[in-house]
């Protein structure tokens, strides 16, 4: 089975503290994703990467980073944590292109709590 | 603009009864279409996908889906649900490479004994 393993599930960070989410696959995929959740939200890309050292901004992109230097390791770093960065972080990752057996493979989550 | 739709926030059924859990998409090319289930503190699990082929597709627990291109839908249905089934469920779209996913806000789902 395809693993996704987020190093943290519950966290409690400062505000203006630099926080780093990691997040590991075994499946040798190229794409990897980070996302966050928040209630009536549903699902929103924050950054994702199709190819170590690449990344792409997603849709809510601003006081978060991201770095890949290795295939199966996808971390978010949060420059100055806020308190409006409260949520759960959702780490995925697919193979690149359609394949009848593709998909997008979640973590268990994250949940940080910014105070 | 590309979006999903999930119009129902909360649902709730009787054990046993059926359910249809609906999705709506905007996308401006080829969508490939996933639903996903989340129980409670959990990360998602992928229920069904389509790809291209049969406009009705089987998933795992006894979930199936019906991609209907002209109404740009997607709709989740089950015919007979389990108390095991209360949890939120997400409809997604993306691209034909597997980047930018974009999700609908979900629809949790209760069972009433």
């Known amino acids: 089975d395809v693993k996704v393993t987020q190093s943290s599930r519950y966290l409690v960070k400062r505000t203006g503290e630099k926080v780093f989410l990691e997040c590991v696959q075994d499946?040798?995929?190229?794409?990897m994703f980070w996302y966050r959740q928040d209630p009536g939200l549903g699902l929103r890309l924050i950054y994702f990467?199709?190819?170590?050292?690449?990344?792409e901004k997603g849709d809510i992109p601003e006081g978060y980073s991201v770095s890949r230097e290795k295939k199966e390791r996808f971390s978010l770093i949060l420059e100055s944590a806020s308190t409006n960065q409260t949520s759960m972080y959702l780490c995925?990752?697919?193979?690149?292109?359609?394949?009848?057996?593709?998909?997008?493979?979640f973590g268990e989550g994250s949940w940080l709590t910014v105070v | 603009a590309q979006s999903v739709t999930q119009p129902d926030i909360h649902i709730t059924v009787s054990e046993g009864a059926s359910l249809e859990l609906r999705c709506n998409y905007s996308?401006?090319?080829?969508?490939?279409l996933f639903w996903y289930v989340q129980s409670p503190g959990q990360g998602l699990q992928l229920l069904l996908k389509?790809?291209?082929?049969?406009?009705l597709v089987q998933g795992i627990k006894g979930f199936e889906a019906e991609f209907k291109r002209s109404q740009s839908s997607f709709n989740l249905r089950k015919p007979s649900v389990h108390w095991s089934d209360a949890a939120e469920y997400f409809c997604?779209?993306?691209?034909?490479?597997?980047?930018?996913?974009?999700f609908g806000s979900g629809t949790k789902l209760n069972v009433k004994p």
């Open positions: 499946m040798d995929h190229e794409n």
């Open positions: 997604a779209v993306g691209p034909y490479n597997f980047n930018k996913f974009y």
């Open positions: 389509y790809f291209s082929g049969d406009t």
């Open positions: 996308y401006g090319a080829t969508p490939y």
């Open positions: 990467s199709y190819d170590v050292k690449m990344k």
């Open positions: 995925a990752s697919s193979p690149r292109g359609v394949d009848s057996g593709n998909t997008i493979y």
